[in-house]
């Protein structure tokens, strides 16, 4: 009850449209509640007295009866569907707008596949709910009272008859909504599990292909779906089973009040007329019953998927923004690491310790260390995307955590381990961090990154689609649309995270001739691989196991004949002989 007391406060700024809809729906109903009375008026008085112009007055009616309940029921459909699509409007924004804020944890541990599958099929059952399951719940509540009514002043005794299978009908009801509920959850979480295999697929379709692995992936593949067949073929079987009892029990309700109706009409206590029009308000009163597996399964169906939508909005950032956060001023670049340690949630070992760094405005800093030594961990907490587990980094002597998180990530530029360019065109990839960049600004980052010259070349040049994570373009070629789209924002922090690790010899002398210049009045930090980055550094730090084990330049380092030694005699004295 709670989760469908949550959707429904989603239709709490649509309330007039579904005041309306109801007001429709219950005009509806009553226009058809006249049609029996009008139906007994015809046969009992017009047919059996003979009275023709009666009778044709009385069809007329019934024809204006009907065209207005076709004319509610448009209305009620209309403006039910408007707000139910208003509300899933407003849904689907709320959820992806909290995706947005989630912080790179969240991501960590979640699949794209079972957020897609959330963002799509998750919502969509709701739209099924708003339009379909609420109104109509609360429309075959009012009909069966109202109907019942009428039919105990009509004929009391006749009416005890028909509702002698009611308790049968409401037994079944119920059972079928205790086991098609689960079924729905299970059959929303198995699709996501076909959703992120196909995403998978897609994304990794050349790693497949390259290891002949088609076959292997479509086995895989055929598994989630079939696990998908099995649920619905399940829900299915319910389905199949609900209707005939359904049918039989209500068949069971109609047989007993022909018999008994049959029998007063005999006796004379019944009019044939009376006794039509009671069978045409007894199938309003089954109406309501029979409508009941339809609102049963699309409110579990809600429910399961809505608990899935819940989860995601319910879950909150660990990277919160204080009330009291203000805008980061322009800075200077003068970067403190104080005592600073994390660890990732659910693991208790720390990946930096006590981590203590002084990094002075313009400074560059370049950071080394194995795999899993802190080196990425230690980049990602300075724009925030992750906290401190204690500790605290302050710019200018600010924490950063005391400013917007806006205002701190605009004076960053950022460029990451694995490139990703948007399906859209250059242009629109290198201004994507600066909304109302000039085209002479673009030109003029795509030059610093020395990709202009290449762009050019391009029959669209930089109106030129680069493809699904710009697939049309080279590793080289990407990198330095990322380090342009950076260098746009004229940041006075610069990360570079494995920045030329992927391009040949050419390219990164290319690409280290313009960060030369461009790190200049600029505190850089540096992930590199490359022998060239790491000596132009003004400070190297040798990071192992989250802590600082060695510091300084690269000359004085190799002096110490310490693990920097080690690493530069293993992995980069090739290099520099080359």
Same mark, same amino acid.
């Given at each position: 009850?709670?989760?469908?007391?949550?959707? #429904?406060?989603?239709?709490?700024?649509?309330?007039?449209?579904?005041?309306?809809?109801? #007001?429709?729906?219950?005009?509806?109903?009553?226009?058809?509640?006249?049609?029996?009375?009008?139906?007994?008026?015809?046969?009992?008085?017009?047919?059996?007295?003979?009275?023709?112009?009666?009778?044709?007055?009385?069809?007329?009616?019934?024809? &204006?009866?009907?065209?207005?309940?076709?004319? =509610?029921?448009?209305? /009620?459909?209309?403006?039910?569907?408007?707000?139910?699509?208003?509300?899933?409007?407003?849904?689907?924004?709320?959820?992806?707008?909290?995706?947005?804020?989630?912080?790179?944890?969240?991501? +960590?541990?979640?699949?794209?596949?079972?957020?897609?599958?959330?963002?799509? &099929?998750?919502?969509?059952?709701?739209?099924?709910?708003?339009?379909?399951?609420?109104?109509? =719940?609360?429309?075959?509540? #009012?009909?069966? $009272?109202?109907?019942?009514?009428?039919?105990?002043?009509?004929?009391? @005794?006749?009416?005890?008859?028909?509702?002698?299978?009611?308790?049968?009908?409401?037994?079944?009801?119920?059972?079928?909504?205790?086991?098609?509920?689960?079924?729905?959850?299970?059959?929303?979480?198995? $699709?996501?599990?076909?959703?992120?295999?196909?995403?998978?697929?897609?994304?990794?379709?050349?790693?497949?292909?390259?290891?002949?692995?088609?076959?292997?992936?479509?086995?895989?593949?055929?598994?989630?779906?079939?696990?998908?067949?099995?649920?619905?073929?399940?829900?299915?079987?319910?389905? @199949?089973?609900? =209707?005939?009892?359904?049918?039989?029990?209500?068949?069971?309700?109609?047989?007993?009040?022909?018999?008994?109706?049959?029998?007063?009409?005999?006796?004379?206590?019944?009019?044939?007329?009376?006794?039509?029009?009671?069978?045409?308000?007894?199938?309003?009163?089954?109406?309501?019953?029979?409508?009941? %597996?339809?609102?049963?399964?699309?409110?579990?169906?809600?429910?399961?998927?809505?608990?899935?939508?819940?989860?995601?909005?319910?879950?909150?950032?660990?990277?919160?923004?204080?009330?009291?956060? *203000?805008?980061?001023?322009?800075?200077?670049?003068?970067?403190?690491?104080?005592?600073?340690?994390?660890?990732?949630?659910?693991?208790?070992?720390?990946?930096?310790?006590?981590?203590?760094?002084?990094?002075?405005? &313009?400074?560059?800093?370049?950071?080394? %260390?194995?795999?899993?030594?802190?080196?990425?961990?230690?980049?990602?907490?300075?724009?925030? $995307?992750?906290?401190?587990?204690?500790?605290?980094?302050?710019? +200018?002597?600010?924490?950063?955590?005391?400013?917007?998180?806006?205002?701190?990530?605009?004076?960053?530029?950022?460029?990451?381990?694995?490139? =990703?360019?948007?399906?859209?065109?250059?242009?629109?990839?290198?201004?994507? %961090?600066?909304?109302?960049?000039?085209?002479?600004?673009?030109?003029?980052?795509?030059?610093?990154?020395?990709?202009?010259?290449?762009?050019?070349?391009?029959?669209?040049?930089?109106?030129?689609?680069? &493809?699904?994570?710009?697939?049309?373009?080279?590793?080289? !070629? *990407?990198?330095?649309?990322?380090?342009?789209?950076?260098?746009?924002?004229?940041? *006075?922090?610069?990360?570079? +995270?494995?920045?030329?690790?992927?391009?040949?010899?050419?390219?990164?002398?290319?690409? /280290?001739?313009?960060?030369?210049?461009?790190?200049?009045?600029?505190?850089? $930090?540096?992930?590199?691989?490359?022998?060239?980055?790491?000596?132009?550094?003004?400070?190297?730090?040798?990071?192992?196991?989250?802590?600082?084990?060695? /510091?300084?330049?690269? !000359?004085?380092?190799?002096?110490?004949?310490?693990?920097?030694?080690?690493?530069?005699?293993?992995?980069?004295?090739?290099?520099?002989?080359?």
């Amino acid at each position: 009850m709670q989760i469908l007391g949550r959707l #429904l406060g989603f239709l709490k700024k649509y309330w007039h449209l579904m005041f309306f809809a109801l #007001l429709a729906m219950l005009i509806n109903r009553i226009l058809t509640l006249a049609v029996p009375e009008i139906t007994q008026r015809a046969i009992d008085v017009a047919i059996d007295e003979k009275k023709y112009n009666l009778l044709v007055i009385l069809s007329l009616s019934i024809v &204006g009866f009907t065209i207005l309940t076709a004319a =509610f029921q448009f209305l /009620q459909e209309y403006i039910l569907q408007y707000a139910s699509q208003k509300a899933i409007y407003d849904i689907r924004n709320k959820m992806y707008d909290h995706l947005q804020r989630l912080p790179f944890s969240f991501y +960590d541990k979640s699949q794209t596949g079972q957020l897609i599958a959330r963002a799509t &099929g998750d919502i969509d059952a709701l739209r099924r709910f708003y339009s379909f399951g609420m109104l109509n =719940f609360i429309s075959s509540i #009012l009909m069966f $009272f109202a109907v019942l009514v009428i039919c105990l002043i009509k004929n009391w @005794a006749l009416a005890l008859i028909a509702l002698s299978t009611m308790p049968l009908l409401a037994y079944a009801g119920i059972r079928f909504g205790g086991k098609i509920g689960p079924r729905f959850w299970i059959v929303r979480q198995r $699709f996501a599990d076909l959703t992120t295999a196909i995403q998978e697929n897609i994304t990794g379709v050349r790693v497949v292909k390259t290891f002949v692995r088609e076959e292997y992936e479509i086995n895989k593949f055929s598994g989630y779906a079939r696990n998908v067949l099995q649920t619905n073929l399940e829900i299915t079987k319910l389905w @199949a089973t609900f =209707f005939p009892v359904m049918e039989f029990i209500s068949g069971l309700g109609t047989i007993t009040v022909l018999w008994y109706g049959g029998w007063q009409i005999m006796k004379g206590q019944l009019t044939l007329g009376q006794f039509i029009a009671f069978n045409m308000y007894l199938m309003q009163l089954m109406w309501p019953m029979r409508m009941l %597996g339809f609102i049963i399964n699309v409110s579990k169906e809600a429910i399961a998927s809505g608990q899935r939508i819940f989860e995601i909005l319910d879950t909150e950032s660990e990277v919160k923004e204080s009330p009291n956060a *203000k805008p980061l001023p322009t800075i200077e670049g003068y970067i403190s690491f104080d005592n600073v340690s994390f660890k990732y949630e659910n693991n208790d070992e720390l990946v930096l310790k006590n981590f203590t760094l002084e990094v002075k405005p &313009g400074e560059s800093v370049a950071i080394l %260390g194995a795999t899993g030594s802190g080196k990425s961990t230690l980049i990602n907490l300075i724009p925030r $995307f992750y906290d401190p587990t204690s500790g605290k980094i302050t710019i +200018d002597g600010i924490d950063i955590r005391d400013v917007t998180i806006e205002s701190l990530r605009q004076q960053i530029g950022i460029v990451l381990q694995e490139t =990703f360019l948007f399906g859209m065109s250059l242009k629109e990839n290198i201004s994507y %961090g600066k909304t109302g960049a000039t085209m002479e600004e673009i030109i003029n980052s795509a030059k610093a990154a020395n990709i202009h010259n290449f762009i050019e070349t391009l029959p669209n040049g930089y109106d030129t689609e680069v &493809g699904e994570r710009g697939v049309t373009l080279s590793g080289g !070629e *990407k990198q330095r649309v990322a380090i342009a789209r950076a260098l746009l924002m004229n940041p *006075k922090i610069l990360i570079l +995270d494995d920045s030329t690790s992927s391009v040949d010899t050419e390219t990164e002398h290319l690409i /280290q001739n313009a960060l030369a210049t461009l790190m200049q009045n600029r505190t850089t $930090f540096i992930i590199a691989q490359r022998l060239s980055t790491i000596k132009r550094a003004d400070k190297i730090i040798v990071l192992e196991n989250g802590e600082i084990v060695e /510091q300084g330049r690269h !000359e004085d380092l190799l002096e110490k004949g310490g693990i920097y030694s080690e690493i530069y005699r293993m992995q980069f004295k090739q290099q520099e002989e080359r």
